[in-house]
């Protein structure tokens, strides 16, 4: 009896054991101070799926609300120039206007400077493709220029080909109406 009592101790030990969890320990969540910087690039994450029409409403309305001078319009209107869909007349203002929040935030100037920077050498490259793209068109206009002119001295050559080719049968003609005129003469003399 003592053994099936002990028995019954150590099975409802080992059953209770089993359903007690132990505590999970509490992560406090990390909050990290948020930069102009991180502020962009979060905008233009959650940002990036805008259609051009919501991009168009969307830029109209931060332009506007950057009037005021606020730094989270300004922020905003930065974000919205980096858009895929900005234009590069849209891509400079927002390079400038990041320049001119530098200029009256010094402070926030350290975890700007790398965007800055980041903006200036993809405004390089805008450049340096955009002149590529006008020298391609100024090829393309002087190769089609070329092709016309090219076109119409073969149209002229083709006329010129079409004209002797005529000039020739008349004369394989004219031949043929001599020969046969010698061998007219040639049997009235005999």
Known sequence: MKSVGLLVVLLSGLLLSGCAEAPEPVHEPVVCPSTDAGQILACLSERQKLSRKEFKGAYQAASAQAATGEAAAILQLICLSLHEHASYKQFKSG???LAD?????PEDAAALQGLRALLLRIEREKMIKKVQGEKILDEKEELGAENKELLER????EKGALQDQGRIRELQKQIEELKNIETIIKNRER
């Open 95 to 97: 390079v400038d206007t």
């Open 101 to 105: 929040y530098l200029k009256k935030h």
């Open 154 to 157: 073969n149209e002229a050559l």
